[in-house]
C-alpha cells in the first residue's frame, strides 16, 4: 500500500515570509500533482510534475520534483493573506490504476 | 463554466434514508472519480470509471454504497441506509487519460453530506 506523508500539518506565518511544504512517499511516483482547497469546495489543480527533478513555477510557488521521484516540495515566497488555505499533495503510483493517493494537507494560515 | 459540477452542494438527511449525488464531468473526459473527504484529511479514493465501464472500488465502499456512470457521461453516487459515520465531502473528479504516467484530475466543488 502506497502511503503519501505531507508535512507540517499546520502552518501559521505572518505575510512575507517563505514557507515550504513537502510530500514524501516509499513508493515512486508515476506523476504527482499539488492541489490548494478552501473550506467548503473541492480541491483546485495548481501543477502536475512528471519528470524527476522537474521545478515548475506559478508566480511565487515554485514545485520541485525529487529526482527519484519519491518526494516534492511546494516554496511559498513572500506569502499573503490570499495564500491562506489548504495545500493536498496527491500521487498517482504505477500499478495503482488511476486512483490519486493524497497526503493529510497542510493548512497554511497567513496573518496579515 | 466547463468544469466538473456536483449536485446537490449540500444535503442533510436522517440516519437510514437513501440519498443521490450527481456529477457532470467536464466534456469529452472519459475517466471519473468518487472521492470522499472527512474534516481535517485528505480525500480518499471510492470509484471511478472509464467510459461507462467502473474499473475499480475501493475497501471503503461498502454494499450500502452504488456508483453508476451509465452513458459513460454523467454519474450518480447513492447511498443506503446513510450511517453517521457516512457524513463527509463527497467529491468528484474528471480527466482525459494522456497516457499511461499522466492522469491529471481535476475536481468539482463537491457535495456536502450531514447525516442527522
Known amino acids: 500500500t502506497q502511503l503519501l506523508e505531507q508535512s507540517p500539518q499546520f502552518l501559521s506565518i505572518q505575510e512575507g515570509e517563505n514557507l515550504t511544504v513537502y510530500c514524501n512517499s516509499s513508493?515512486?511516483?508515476?506523476?504527482l500533482q499539488w492541489y490548494r482547497q478552501e473550506p467548503g469546495e473541492g480541491p483546485v489543480l495548481l501543477v502536475t510534475v512528471v519528470t524527476g527533478g522537474e521545478v515548475k513555477k506559478l508566480k511565487r510557488l515554485t514545485f520541485q520534483f525529487g529526482d527519484a521521484r519519491k518526494d516534492s516540495s511546494l516554496h511559498i515566497t513572500a506569502a499573503q493573506p490570499g495564500d491562506t488555505g489548504l495545500y493536498l499533495c496527491?500521487?498517482?503510483?504505477?500499478?495503482?490504476?488511476?486512483?490519486?493517493?493524497f497526503g493529510q494537507g497542510t493548512e497554511l494560515s497567513v496573518k496579515p | 463554466d466547463t468544469g466538473v459540477s456536483q449536485n446537490p452542494r449540500h444535503k442533510i438527511t436522517k440516519r437510514g434514508q437513501n440519498v443521490t449525488f450527481r456529477c457532470d464531468p467536464i466534456s469529452e473526459h472519459n475517466r471519473l472519480y468518487w472521492y470522499r473527504q472527512t474534516l481535517g484529511q485528505g480525500p480518499e479514493f471510492l470509484t471511478y470509471?472509464?467510459?461507462?465501464?467502473?474499473?475499480?472500488k475501493s475497501r471503503l465502499l461498502s454494499d450500502r454504497f452504488s456508483a453508476e456512470r451509465p452513458k459513460g457521461s454523467f454519474s450518480t453516487l447513492e447511498i443506503q441506509r446513510t450511517e453517521q459515520g457516512d457524513s463527509a465531502m463527497y467529491l468528484c473528479?474528471?480527466?482525459?487519460?494522456?497516457?499511461?504516467?499522466?492522469?491529471?484530475?481535476?475536481f468539482g466543488p463537491g457535495t456536502r453530506l450531514t447525516v442527522l
Open positions: 473528479a474528471s480527466s482525459r487519460l494522456a497516457g499511461p504516467s499522466t492522469d491529471t484530475q481535476y
Open positions: 496527491a500521487g498517482l503510483f504505477y500499478n495503482q490504476g488511476g486512483k490519486l493517493i
Open positions: 513508493s515512486v511516483f508515476s506523476s
Open positions: 470509471f472509464q467510459n461507462e465501464a467502473q474499473l475499480e
